[in-house]
């Protein structure tokens, strides 16, 4: 794989746009007719800006720092709040409701036709939910709706893309970039725009414009860093950003995007979210041979949806995690890593620190966790074995007996063990027997040679194990030969 110079890596700070040349890569492509890539400019002194300082009253005005500020405030004051009114003083200055008629409306069919058209885009209807978001479109407008609006005409640019109406989409959310600019003021219009930029910016992907698609998503980084206040999207758009940026080898870029997104995520207690920006950025890692990295990465999120109670996304950790100790992951460090991720466990001087976890061990742990069985306790340092009636230390003795049923206690002889039956019959139970789902994942074998999996224990190098996202278990060597005979990534049972 290809890789470009190493670059440092690009700081993304809060109220702030991505530093460094518009064209990550050196590569230039024209951005005529495709609208809402303007270079901004500095309100007071025209130059380019890198660094984005919006107004914080008007949110329409940009200058290069507070010095352009202070001195175009003069100028400035007498539009500012004005200039976000709308031709015949339809906007304000303030938020977007304050151009909704004195009484106020219920969303109605407006709202209704946007949930209909979402519903029937998620099923793959996509003339059926254009149909309605041009309904909805249309009743937001007549009843002042805007932002609803600006929904509805995302999702129709959406359709339109979905349709392979590429020309159609450009245009459909060119023209709504354009609304948003002139009707809706706050955060309100930084979320809208941002939106409407990174919808943009998939079709920019789809139209083979890798790098103008990087340049939507940079800018709608950039308008969300400056308002700071939707975290979420910013993250979204973060993650999209490091999607791209590493589609196109600039990992440096791409992890620095992925980590924002992490951080983001954890902030807002989004563990759906941040369950994918971690896997993103997994993914990313292990591309680069940092596959200890990775697997802290994947840790971290299994903890947070463990303490979310999202089994869902805690079982597409594991799925990851198993597959990377088991098939990247050599050396003994898992314990390592898994210990610097829980925080929940202390040990005090006197506990006897056990071995290190090694890949293969932390990799049937994952494995166990994922089909629903409990985790194995942890090993205890076997203690000197005496005699449960007199005490006798039985070390030394290579014939002991053993109770039959407990299989813990141990004694000189048979007289000792009636002597201490009484007090021994109230703890004495069997050990619990394996499960019908323990003895099935015991018994189950690879649907390619058929020979056993040994999915709960410690594999070796020879017999290693990958599950599919359908929970297909098969060899990893049988999975590179199903591969390279042309079966592709789908499941040899499925």
Same mark, same amino acid.
């Given at each position: 794989?290809?890789?470009p110079a190493a670059r ?12 460094? #040349?518009?064209?990550? +890569? ?27 300082? =919006? ?14 500020? =202070? ?8 539009v500012c709040g004005s ?44 003339? !059926? ?16 709706? *805007? ?17 392979? /109406?590429?020309?159609?989409? =450009? ?7 354009? !609304? ?12 809208? !725009?941002?939106?409407l930029l990174l919808r ?13 698609? %990087?340049?939507?998503?940079? &800018? ?9 206040? +939707? &975290? ?6 973060? $993650? ?10 600039? @990992? ?19 563990? #759906? ?9 997994? $993914?990313?890692?292990?591309?680069? /041979? ?7 990465? %994947? ?30 992951? #050599? ?6 890593? =898994? ?30 966790? %994922? ?41 000189? /002889? ?22 019908? %789902?323990?003895?099935?994942?015991? +018994? ?14 410690? @594999?070796?190098? !020879? ?15 049988? *999975? $590179?030969? *199903? ?12």
């Amino acid at each position: 794989r290809c890789r470009p110079a190493a670059r440092p890596p690009l700081q993304m700070g809060a109220g702030q746009s991505i530093p460094g #040349d518009p064209q990550w +890569d050196g590569e230039q492509e024209d951005p005529t007719g495709w609208p809402g890539l303007e270079q901004l400019t500095c309100d007071h002194c025209g130059a380019a800006i890198q660094r984005l300082r =919006r107004c914080a009253a008007c949110r329409a005005a940009f200058f290069c720092g507070r010095e352009c500020q =202070r001195a175009a405030w003069p100028r400035h004051r007498e539009v500012c709040g004005s200039r976000t009114q709308g031709q015949g003083g339809q906007r304000s200055s303030g938020s977007p409701a304050s151009s909704r008629p004195s009484s106020p409306r219920a969303p109605g069919a407006a709202a209704d036709a946007l949930r209909r058209g979402l519903k029937l885009f998620n099923s793959g209807n996509f003339r !059926e939910a254009l149909a309605e978001a041009d309904t909805s479109a249309e009743a937001a407008a007549a009843e002042s709706l *805007w932002e609803l609006r600006y929904e509805a005409l995302r999702l129709r640019g959406q359709c339109l893309e979905q349709l392979q /109406d590429l020309a159609g989409a =450009r245009r459909c959310l060119g023209d709504s970039l354009a !609304e948003v600019r002139e009707r809706l003021a706050g955060s309100a219009a930084s979320k809208a !725009e941002a939106n409407l930029l990174l919808r943009l910016g998939a079709v920019a992907t789809r139209s083979a414009k890798p790098q103008l698609a %990087l340049q939507y998503q940079r &800018k709608a980084v950039a308008i969300l860093e400056a308002d700071g206040g +939707d &975290k979420d999207s910013l993250a979204a758009a973060y $993650n999209s950003l490091g999607i791209s940026a590493g589609k196109r080898g600039l @990992t440096e870029a791409a992890r620095t995007a992925f980590q924002r997104a992490v951080e983001l995520r954890k902030e807002t207690g989004n563990v #759906d979210g941040l369950c994918a920006c971690a896997s993103n950025l997994a $993914n990313l890692l292990r591309a680069e /041979d940092q596959s200890q990295e990775a697997a802290k990465e %994947l840790e971290e999120a299994r903890r947070l949806a463990n303490q979310a109670g999202s089994s869902r996304l805690e079982k597409q950790v594991l799925l990851n995690l198993a597959n990377l100790y088991e098939n990247e992951l #050599d050396a003994p460090a898992a314990e390592e890593m =898994r210990k610097a991720t829980n925080k929940m466990q202390t040990r005090t001087s006197e506990e006897v620190e056990p071995a290190p976890e090694t890949a293969p061990v932390a990799a049937a742990r994952c494995r166990r966790a %994922l089909f629903g069985l409990p985790p194995l306790p942890p090993a205890k340092p076997s203690a000197p074995p005496e005699c449960g009636s007199c005490g006798a230390d039985l070390s030394g003795q290579s014939r002991r007996l053993r109770c039959g049923r407990c299989r813990r206690a141990c004694y000189c /002889d048979a007289a000792c063990q009636r002597a201490a039956w009484r007090q021994h019959a109230e703890g004495c139970q069997p050990p619990p027997g394996p499960s019908e %789902l323990e003895l099935e994942l015991r +018994d189950r074998g690879c649907p390619v040679c058929l020979e056993p999996l040994h999915l709960l224990e410690a @594999t070796s190098a !020879e017999s290693r194990v990958v599950i599919l996202q359908c929970l297909h278990c098969l060899h990893s060597r049988c *999975w $590179n030969e *199903w591969t390279d005979r042309g079966g592709g990534v789908a499941c040899p049972v499925c």
